[in-house]
């Protein structure tokens, strides 16, 4: 498996940002090719301190070669242009494969 992460520094209006991204940005998320799972979040916190991240997405592809994929899709060309919509405070994307691990 391979994750997907943005992580949102705090908008210049929330509201906005909050709106924005459930009613016209997640719909079109849900449309990238290869997209197995994803979560969010915008109650984001730290265990000491203030968190420095507004918000948070989580996407799962099945390999990295899926991912990209997505990324370069005509669906992920129009999901990486929509961030400017919404996203005033910037975002961080990272990725990377997971390491499964028992307990």
Do not use: C
């Amino acid at each position: 498996m391979h994750k997907l992460v943005v992580l949102y520094s705090k908008p210049a209006d929330p509201d906005h940002f909050r709106d924005y991204y459930v009613t016209d940005h997640l719909p079109l998320v849900m449309n990238l090719p290869g997209l197995l799972a994803w979560r969010y979040s915008f109650d984001v916190a730290a265990t000491k301190g203030e968190a420095p991240y507004f918000a948070v997405f989580e996407g799962d592809f099945a390999d990295t070669a899926a991912m990209a994929a997505a990324r370069v899709s005509p669906q992920g060309q129009r999901v990486a242009a929509d961030v400017a919509n919404y996203a005033t405070g910037g975002a961080v994307i990272i990725h990377y494969p997971v390491q499964d691990g028992t307990g």
